[in-house]
């Protein structure tokens, strides 16, 4: 609930619905008070009318014929009418003997539990005359004028805040979809874009300038990965060249303290062609230059084989190497890939951890998603820095003294993404497991 009240779609209903219900308001209390003052009006009007009617009568003739003016008037309408008063001097009053005030104009008076709009007027010698008229009709138009502003006003509101849903929800939407490519592209598809409306508004506008913007990174980073990847590409030739040469060396060499010099400059060399073949591979995999030949393949088997083929190097380390599977049989993938994967994070634990420790290969299900992984029980990685080991040339040590081209994660989450699956990093006390769990990238 509480965070239901703080969302931007809550708030925009609330806002929109209040503006729609404050305008509407606004216009019933218009129509309301302009009718009730046509109204009056209207009775202003009749009552100076006959106002005028009778001075010029008394001008004409005097005040008896007022008083026989005003008596006609009374036996001619005795029911609905206007009231007439005429007051003496001495504040004797005949007909209706409304109260006149001491002064003459326009005023509001109470009589017989009736609201009158009065107009008074001074004649000679002191008398006043009275005309007045019954707001009552005015009373019950407007009384009627407020139920019925009621009855609409209620399904309005009720309108207002379904209209303001779905103009929030319409909003949001686009807000979400935003936000959907926005973290596509934080992700890494850098070619995800935002897909215009074509109504031309404001959000389009938006829209267009940040494809653009993204346009740009896009042909920046490719132009970025074209150049990295050709320059490995060149120099790996010329590089095997050097190295073959090293081997005739090695070969025709008879003192064996020169002999053991080729063979370190070979084993670097081995080292630097080993960096541009991951660099090259990274860039087909991230380019999808690489094909999709997926087969089934039986998992527990591949991993019992990998650990045979490692177990060797891994006794040599001081280690050993176990199979735990009871997770999936089976995953479709390609099995040169996806040996690749599992061989770099075999190396990766034997290179990065001291003597002795023991490595675990498993496969499983957790969360809707089978994966695959490679354990250890050695120092492992600090939680902090698992993004920051996957990128391109991150290593733990900063002083990059260790083996090892800070390469091998990064292929391998590439190889995961080729697959469909994310790499994932796992912190155990001690040591770090990686997983590879299909469907979840």
């Known amino acids: 609930m509480y965070s239901f009240t703080r969302s931007s779609g809550f708030r925009l209903t609330l806002l929109a619905s209040a503006l729609f219900i404050f305008c509407m308001s606004s216009v019933a209390v218009f129509i309301y008070l302009d009718v009730r003052d046509g109204m009056e009006d209207q009775l202003r009007s009749q009552v100076a009318a006959e106002t005028r009617q009778l001075m010029g009568d008394y001008a004409d003739d005097g005040l008896d014929e007022l008083r026989h003016d005003i008596s006609e008037r009374l036996e ?7 009231r007439y008063t005429l007051q003496s001097p001495g504040g004797v009053a005949l007909f209706d003997r409304v109260p006149l005030p001491l002064e003459g104009g326009w005023s509001r008076v109470e009589h017989q539990e009736q609201t009158l709009i009065q107009l008074t007027t001074s004649l000679d010698e002191g008398y006043l005359l009275g005309v007045a008229a019954d707001t009552r009709s005015i009373k019950e138009t407007a009384e009627a004028l407020r139920h019925a502003l009621l009855i609409v006003i209620i399904p309005m509101i009720l309108l207002a805040v379904i209209c303001g849903a779905i103009m929030s ?9 935003l936000r959907q490519t926005a973290d596509s592209i934080g992700k890494g598809s850098l070619s995800a874009r935002m897909e215009l409306s074509g109504s031309g508004d404001n ?4 829209i267009f300038t940040i494809n653009s913007m993204l346009d740009r990174i896009e042909m920046l980073v490719h132009e970025v990965r074209h150049t990295a990847t050709n320059i ?3 120099l790996r030739t010329p590089l095997g060249r050097l190295r073959q040469r090293l081997e005739i060396i090695e ?5 064996e303290h020169l002999r053991e010099k080729v063979q370190d400059a070979t084993a670097l060399l081995d080292e630097t062609l080993e960096t541009f073949a991951a660099m090259l591979t990274i860039a087909e995999l991230d380019a999808g230059a690489i094909g999709k030949n997926r087969e089934k393949v039986d998992l527990p088997a591949l991993l019992h084989r990998m650990a045979e083929a490692f177990e060797p190097v891994a006794s040599e380390h001081g280690s050993h190497i176990t199979v735990e599977t009871d997770g999936p049989q089976a995953a479709t993938v390609d099995r040169a890939l996806f040996n690749q994967l599992l061989s770099n994070l075999i190396e990766n634990a034997l290179r990065h951890n001291a003597e002795g420790i023991c490595i675990t290969l498993s496969c499983g299900h957790e969360n809707g998603h089978d ?3 490679v354990r250890d029980n050695g120092r492992g990685i600090p939680s902090g820095q698992h993004d920051t080991v996957i990128k391109p040339f991150r290593r733990l040590d900063p002083s990059r003294t260790a083996a090892g081209s800070g390469l091998g994660l990064t292929l391998a989450a590439s190889i995961a993404r080729h697959h469909g699956a994310e790499l994932q990093l796992v912190t155990h006390s001690p040591g770090l497991e990686v997983r590879i769990v299909f469907g979840a990238n």
């Open 76 to 82: 001619r309408n005795p029911g609905t009418r206007l």
């Open 169 to 177: 929800r319409r909003f949001l939407s686009r807000v979400e979809r």
């Open 203 to 206: 959000f389009d506008g938006l």
């Open 232 to 234: 490995a590409h060149d």
């Open 251 to 255: 070969a025709d060499q008879t003192d």
């Open 371 to 373: 994966f695959v992984s």
